[in-house]
């Protein structure tokens, strides 16, 4: 990328799934990659992978909640380089079950996660992009984000969220060169469901059977994410089902929630994933 000369990125969540797989993508491109995780292990086995994909990786644990660990990654990234060019908000947890059966405890770790890890992501670096004059915040968000499923509550509000943070950062850094991608994939294959809370074993079940379903995977959702930041996109939507539900909600948003309402309420989804 002409626009990132220095080819500098920094992803956090990056010790597994999606986060491991944007890593890896960027090292194909000759990147330096700054891996973060608070999984440090996890962090430092994507920095093997990272070296022998032809980037060049470092790996710095990072709990995302904790604001002084977030700055601390984006002073990592000046010591180590100077500075950075992108930053991946990738960080993510999912939290499934109907509404008030989920513990209040479950609402504030996702919150956390989900929502104030990549606030304190753009609070961190969106300060160094405008000291350097250029730069690119990249927030991993889901179609769950509009989509709006039932008994996914917590994970559709934390990243709807993120999909309004991204919508008011566009305009906001516009004009100092500064571009910002929201990413919203549907299921593919990915861990996710390792660190998942339910309510019960139904809600799970639904989970697991969209992601062993799913066509989709975490290369392929990490190539068009680089694709759409060299385009400097504002929403990253690659698969055919997100492209299809994102146009009938916002087209038709009453045919909508009705369809949803029906699917749902008749057990039409459940049948169809061959949850019991």
Same mark, same amino acid.
């Given at each position: ?12 969540g ?63 990234? @000046?010591?180590k380089w ?13 939290? @499934?079950? @109907? ?28 300060p ?24 996914m ?124």
């Open positions: 990328m002409k626009k990132f000369p220095k080819k500098r990125v920094v992803i956090t990056a010790g597994s799934g999606l986060g491991r797989a944007l890593a890896i993508e960027f090292a194909k491109k000759e990147w330096k990659v700054l891996v973060s995780d608070v999984n440090l292990d996890g962090a430092k086995e994507t920095v093997k992978l990272v070296n022998e994909s032809g980037g060049e990786g470092f790996a710095v644990q990072c709990d995302v909640t904790k604001w002084e660990q977030v700055q601390k990654l984006a002073d990592a990234a @000046v010591s100077g500075g950075t060019d992108i930053i991946v908000n990738n960080a993510g947890v999912l939290n @499934v079950g @109907v509404m008030e059966k989920v513990k209040l405890e479950d609402w504030r770790w996702i919150i956390d996660i989900n929502l104030m890890g990549v606030i304190h992501g753009c609070k961190a670096f969106i160094l992009f405008k000291k350097q004059g250029s730069g690119h915040v990249v927030n991993i968000s889901s179609a769950a984000g509009f989509c709006a499923m039932a008994e509550g917590p994970y559709n509000v934390t990243k709807a969220a993120v999909i309004s943070l991204s919508e008011t950062l566009r305009p906001e850094l516009k004009y100092q060169n500064i571009g910002v991608t929201v990413v919203c994939p549907t299921f593919f294959k990915t861990n996710l469901l390792d660190q998942t809370r339910s309510t019960d074993k139904k809600s799970y079940d639904r989970m697991d059977a969209f992601f062993n379903k799913s066509m989709g995977s975490a290369e392929g959702v990490s190539r068009h994410i680089i694709k759409c930041v060299k385009k400097n996109k504002t929403y990253a939507i690659k698969q055919p089902d997100a492209k299809l539900w994102w146009s009938i909600k916002r087209h038709f948003p009453n045919f909508y929630i009705k369809l949803q309402s029906f699917v749902f309420g008749r057990g039409i989804l459940d049948k169809a994933m061959g949850v019991k």
